[in-house]
C-alpha cells in the first residue's frame, strides 16, 4: 500500500489532496482511494492515466453489453478499456461513470464545481468544505480478456454478500452457477416460494452454458424481467442447460415439486 499526497494548484484553485494505492496478490486490479475537500468554485478534478497504446479501441460498459464509442467523455457502468487485440488497460470506476480516453490517455472525471446560479440560487453544488473520498481501479490485460474484465467490475463495485434468499430457500454453496466466463448472474431473489433467476451473455458471443441446481426437484419456467412466467413449468434437468445469443440475458422461475 502506497500513499501520496499533494496540491492540486491552479490559478485561484489550491486543494490539498491525498491518495492511497493498493496493490493484491489476489486480484489484477490496481485499486486508488483518493480523498479531498473541494474548495473554490468552477473546476474539475480528473484522474489520469497514461498508456503507451496508439488508436485502440475505446469501450465502456452498458448494462448486459459493451458498446464501443469514440474519444469524447461517455457514463460507463463499471469500467472503460482501452486495448489493442493483444494488450489494453481497464479503468474501473465505482459511482463516478463519467470518463474517456484522449490522446492515449485515459481519464476519469472525479468532481466537478459547477452551479446552475443563472437559473436558481445553487450555492452548494460547488460542494465547497464537503469532505470527498473516491474509488476507483485499474488493471492491465491480455488478449480475450473481456470476461475477466466485466468480473472484476463486478466485484469491484459489487462484493458478493451472503443474502437472505440464500438461507431463506438452503441454497447450497455452488447453486446457479453458470460454467461458462462470459455468463453472469445478474439477478437472484425470492419470489413468494418461487425464486426468480437472471443471467445473461457479457462478451457478444454465442454460448451453450450449464447452469448448477440445488439438489432435490425443481421446476422451471421461462420469465420476463418483470419476475413474470411466460410459459408452462416444466421439469429442470441438473444442470440446466441454457444457449445465448449475443448480449442475450434470460430470465427464470424455479419452484421446487415437493
Not at 485502440?56 to 453489453?65: K, L, S
Not at 469532505?131 to 488493471?139: G, I, K
Not at 443474502?163 to 448472474?185: A, D, R, Y
Request: glycine share 8%.
Amino acid at each position: 500500500e502506497i500513499e501520496q499526497q499533494g496540491i492540486l494548484d491552479f490559478w485561484k484553485i489550491n486543494i490539498p489532496f491525498t491518495t492511497t494505492i493498493r496493490f493484491s496478490s489476489f486480484t489484477p486490479r490496481i485499486e486508488y482511494t483518493t480523498r479531498f475537500t473541494p474548495m473554490g468554485k468552477n473546476f474539475r478534478i480528473r484522474a489520469a492515466f497514461p498508456t503507451g497504446i496508439k488508436r485502440g479501441a475505446i469501450r465502456h460498459e452498458i448494462p448486459f453489453g459493451i458498446q464501443e464509442r469514440a474519444e469524447a467523455e461517455f457514463a460507463a457502468m463499471n469500467w472503460i478499456d482501452y486495448g489493442e487485440p493483444s494488450h489494453g488497460l481497464a479503468l474501473l470506476n465505482r459511482g463516478i461513470p463519467a470518463n474517456n480516453v484522449d490522446d492515449g490517455i485515459m481519464l476519469l472525471t472525479l468532481f466537478r464545481s459547477i452551479a446552475m446560479e443563472y437559473k436558481t440560487e445553487s450555492v452548494l453544488s460547488y460542494n465547497e468544505g464537503e469532505p470527498h473520498e473516491f474509488h476507483y481501479a485499474v488493471m492491465p490485460h491480455g488478449s480475450d480478456s473481456d470476461s475477466d474484465i466485466i468480473r472484476e467490475g463486478k466485484n469491484f463495485n459489487f462484493p458478493s454478500v451472503l443474502t437472505s434468499i440464500l438461507e431463506e430457500k438452503k441454497l447450497p454453496q455452488g447453486s446457479f452457477v453458470p460454467n461458462k466466463k462470459n455468463v453472469f448472474v445478474s439477478g437472484l431473489r425470492s419470489r413468494g416460494d418461487e425464486i426468480f433467476l437472471r443471467v445473461y451473455e457479457g462478451t457478444g458471443v454465442k454460448t451453450s452454458c450449464s447452469l448448477s441446481l440445488p439438489p432435490g426437484g425443481l421446476m422451471v419456467a421461462d420469465a420476463d424481467g418483470l419476475e413474470r412466467e411466460k410459459g408452462p413449468y416444466r421439469e429442470a434437468d441438473a444442470p440446466l442447460e441454457i444457449d445465448f445469443k449475443p448480449f442475450e440475458i434470460k430470465n427464470f422461475l424455479f419452484r421446487r415439486t415437493k
